[in-house]
């Protein structure tokens, strides 16, 4: 059965029962073929669906969430994530939608870092800079997967191996992620990783949001927080310049809940070099708690995000430019949706006073993130 035969069978049997469902762990779970890589090998996608009905969608090719599906405020299910329908797509014109980015997360300043005094050169492929792990990262990678299921979940654990040297970083490094899709409407996404050698990393997952339905137009009516009293300001090409300035009185205050669209025009030179929002703010609690919330009034959707990073990069969708046909051939227009990337700051291996994103063989890397999904009614 397809991921979305099993979804709509789901529905079904909820309109039928008039009630929740009673999912046994047996039937939350489901696989099907999404594609093929150039190669041959198949793409599998895993749908997981909820005792309410909300499902999420993977994918192996790079960890991908094809899609998250949740009611709105009147009961209506909508996909809530930008992406595509095939493989071509999300390897040729995709900007990282839904995709697990690493082996380091945002850009190295010119490629280049140095650890113990040895320098490492990176792929400029956001030029001058290296972006979301180089030309083949991990969003490119086809990961190995298990699914499991339990009488409150379900999820995939992905796993890789990227090779010392892989994309120019040093050690072997070995990386364990998993979503796990819960009935409180909860995403976890949990991170580990070793190496055996000294390295970077900086994980995190890029989905584009748009809660009103990836097919419903600009997100700038959203209201959005970011529990965050400073960020870091960038330059023209969007690396942090290495200063931890305050939010108050800029266009990149959230600490109280407003509208994206709000301040997003003022002429503020930091809205300019990134045509919008596209920034790392700095977390007030370097412990798991809230990072940010957003509500869409139109669809009464809200996200939640908790984690343990020091980081959350928010970016407006700036540089989506309408020139590519997504899900359900829609044209994914500038500002369509936005990411809220949980991850350690951008260029950190080059600046001292930023908190570090080294691994070293003896340690290991272990990190989490949940986005709570719920309704205003
Ligand atoms: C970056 C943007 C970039 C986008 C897609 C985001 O994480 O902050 O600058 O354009 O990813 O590549």
Redesign the pocket.
């Known amino acids: 059965m397809t991921g979305r035969l099993f979804l709509l069978t789901v529905q079904f049997a909820m309109l039928l029962s008039g009630c929740e469902m009673d999912l046994s762990k047996e039937n939350r779970l489901s696989t099907s073929k999404f594609g093929e890589m150039p190669d041959g090998r198949d793409i599998t996608k895993y749908t997981i669906t909820n005792k309410s009905g909300s499902s999420i969608e993977v994918i192996n090719l790079g960890g991908i969430i094809v899609s998250i599906n949740l009611p709105d405020l009147e009961g209506n299910m909508g996909d809530i994530v930008l992406g595509y329908d095939n493989v071509t797509q999300y390897l040729q014109e995709s ?2 939608m839904g995709a697990i ?1 690493g082996r380091y ?3 190295i300043a010119n490629g280049k870092f140095s650890i113990d005094n040895e320098e490492y050169t990176l792929a400029q492929n ?1 030029a001058p800079n290296a ?2 792990g180089g030309l083949e990262g991990f969003d490119k990678k086809v990961w190995s997967a298990s699914p499991f299921e339990t009488n409150e979940n379900a999820g995939v654990i992905l796993s890789l191996i990227s090779e010392d040297g892989d994309q120019g970083y040093p050690g072997s490094l070995k990386v364990e992620v998993t979503y796990t899709f819960d009935d409180q409407n909860q995403l976890t996404v949990d991170y580990k990783a070793t190496t055996d050698k000294s390295t970077v990393i900086n994980i ?1 997952q ?1 989905s584009y949001f748009n809660l009103n339905g990836h097919n419903s137009g600009q997100i700038g009516d959203h209201e959005m927080m970011i529990n965050a009293n400073h960020y870091t300001p960038i330059n023209d090409t ?1 690396i942090p310049t290495g200063e931890i300035a305050r939010v108050e009185n800029t266009p990149m205050d959230f600490r109280k809940a407003k509208p994206i669209n709000e301040d997003i025009n003022t002429d503020f030179k930091q809205l300019e070099y ?1 045509l919008g929002y ?1 920034h790392n703010w700095v977390l007030n609690q370097d412990e798991f708690s809230q990072a940010a919330k957003v509500y869409a009034p139109k669809s009464g959707r809200i996200m939640e995000i908790y984690t343990d990073q020091p980081g959350i ?1 928010f ?1 407006s969708g ?2 989506i430019d309408g020139m590519s046909y997504g899900k359900d051939n829609f044209a994914y227009a500038k500002r369509g949706g936005f ?1 809220l ?1 949980t991850q350690h700051f ?1 260029d950190s291996p080059n600046h001292k006073n930023f908190p570090s994103t080294l691994l070293i063989p003896s340690e290991t890397f272990e990190s989490k993130t949940v986005f709570k999904f719920s309704v205003r009614q």
Do not use: K, M
């Open positions: 900007p990282y980015v997360a945002n850009r956001n972006l979301h995190s890029h969007l990134g596209d990069q970016y700036n540089f990411c990337e951008p």
